[in-house]
């Protein structure tokens, strides 16, 4: 699921947010890159430059003819950045200079304005600037600003409906393309630790996990059981899956077995579900639910309302492997009636494209009313089909439909929800409704149900946590919006211990 970071989620999804680099960037929106640069569409480069076309590249140069280069190279008769005469600064390669380039040799340094540096000033020419129509680009004085698309990538969160990209004043829409390098540009020098995907930039070393397997071992045998939160708390899900390779690897025993036995009450329980992976983790809390003396459907709710099908195959797997019974036949065997049946369906998964068909939306709010506040009774096998299988775009879509509907009386529906069911399937559809509205929102008001009152409810607040680790950014913004203090500060204040100490290093500040 997932969308940007820093964006706050609408009712219906996210919208991105306008680019931070001047004027007419967005650099969240396809098609338009830095300063009106459009790197996305062949035919038009830094500065309004043509890389693709022979016979243009930076600064208005032709890197395919012979006599020039990078920063308009001179040719007979021509003019470039810092020729004799002319104004503007030093280029790269000027005699008598000193390159700020490794391996270019004797150069000049250009003083001048980045190729992808500063934006041009009202009423400024740029060094190869196209004249007349051409000399526009997009974001400058006149043109439409572009307009940010609606996106979203939290980890977690369902993503909006991405808007296909509008053309803007200045250039035509085109095929995504790599931006060609102009001939001559000097290479840049890699950055050690930088963001991947860029020229340039230097992958990360890869984890070695020796050194803390080292340390585990030694955690292990001093029956010390407050090391493994600072060696495993803030571990990555790939990088605990090394880390537990290497430990089975080097001792013949799994470090969840050993952690088992060192270990005790809450702080054994989420030591544990860290350890493990999140299919075996949701897996084991499922089997939980359901077995002993009565079903916690809250929990069902919990851990099943927002899983997406991929991964719900996955812990289908595990509970068949661990429990040998399929995960279908334990549900239905522990629950009963519409709540069976509302939860038969969500077992099957619901669609995870991206599309979103308007017409239909607008066709399943006139069903969802039919089947409900539109008739005597309820009828409740439309609801569930309806709300359990679209993804979750079209499910917003589908809301959106309902309320916007004068049929509807303008009801949100989850107020329709509300009127029609009660009991554990009302709780479950409600659920379900708020989670595609928001889903950090949904956790936070279950973390904050855990804290509040006399006592806390240790196995649902370890359940949240511990679950939806992989949402923990989303939750914490939303619990910060909903509750003006930080799940750190709520649950170091609500617990003890080295259990506390284990959930604050999971939470982060």
């Known amino acids: 699921y997932g969308g940007p970071q820093g964006s706050s989620p609408s009712p ?40 693709a076309v022979p016979g243009q590249g930076a600064y208005g140069s032709n890197p395919a003819a012979p006599g020039q280069g990078a920063y308009g190279a001179p040719v007979p008769g021509g003019s470039y950045p810092g020729a004799p005469g002319q104004g503007g600064h030093a280029y790269p390669g000027a005699p008598g200079q000193t390159s700020p380039y490794p391996g270019s040799g004797p150069a000049g340094a250009y003083t001048g304005p980045s190729p992808m540096g500063s934006a041009p000033q009202p009423g400024q020419q740029y060094p190869g600037a196209p004249q007349g129509a051409q000399a526009q680009y997009p974001g400058a004085p006149g043109t439409a600003p572009w307009q940010p698309v609606p996106t979203s990538s939290q980890p977690g969160y369902p993503l909006a409906q991405p808007q296909p990209a509008q053309p803007t004043a200045g250039f035509t829409s085109a095929p995504s393309a790599p931006v060609a390098q102009p001939a001559g540009f000097p290479p840049t020098a890699p950055v050690p630790g930088a963001p991947l995907g860029q020229p340039g930039f230097s992958a990360p070393a890869p984890f070695d996990p020796t050194h803390i397997v080292q340390q585990l071992q030694e955690v292990v045998r001093s029956k010390k059981s407050k090391g493994f939160i600072e060696l495993v708390a803030r571990l990555g899900p790939q990088e605990l899956e090394a880390v537990k390779k290497a430990y089975a690897s080097a001792t013949g025993s799994t470090l969840i077995k050993d952690a088992e036995q060192d270990a005790s009450f809450r702080f054994k329980d989420v030591l544990v579900g860290i350890l493990k992976s999140r299919e075996e983790y949701d897996s084991d809390a499922l089997y939980q639910a359901i077995v002993g003396a009565g079903t916690d459907e809250e929990a069902l709710i919990d851990i099943l309302i927002g899983m997406p099908r991929s991964h719900l195959e996955l812990v289908k797997q595990c509970y ?6 399929s995960l279908e036949q334990a549900v239905k065997g522990d629950t009963s009636g519409d709540f069976q049946k509302f939860m038969t369906y969500l077992l ?3 669609d995870e494209t991206t599309t979103v068909d308007q017409e239909r939306a607008r066709a399943d709010a006139v069903k969802l009313f039919q089947a409900g506040e539109g008739k005597l009774g309820t009828d409740e096998e439309t609801w569930y089909q309806t709300l359990t299988t679209p993804n979750w775009h079209q499910l917003r879509a589908i809301m959106r439909a309902y309320e916007a509907s004068p049929m509807t009386s303008h009801h949100h529906l989850i107020q329709a929800t509300e009127s029609e069911f009660s009991g554990w399937i009302k709780t479950a559809i409600v659920a379900m409704l708020t989670f595609a509205t928001n889903p950090g929102e949904y956790y936070a008001r279950r973390i904050n149900e855990s804290i509040v009152g006399a006592g806390t409810k240790d196995q649902k ?3 949240i946590i511990v679950g939806q680790r992989h949402r923990l950014p989303l939750i914490k913004e939303a619990y910060a919006n909903l509750y003006h203090r930080t799940v750190y500060r709520h649950v170091e204040n609500d617990t003890s211990g080295d259990y506390k100490e284990l959930l604050l290093s999971i939470i982060g500040d």
Do not use: C, F, W
Request: proline share 10%; net charge positive.
């Open 12 to 51: 219906y999804g996210s919208s991105g947010q306008q680019g931070p680099y001047g004027v007419g960037s967005n650099p969240m929106a396809s098609g338009q890159g830095a300063y009106g640069t459009n790197p996305a569409a062949p035919g038009q480069g830094a500065y309004g430059t043509n890389p």
């Open 320 to 325: 068949q492997r661990d429990h040998k019974e």
């Open 348 to 350: 099957r998964g619901r």
């Open 461 to 463: 607040l370890i359940r």
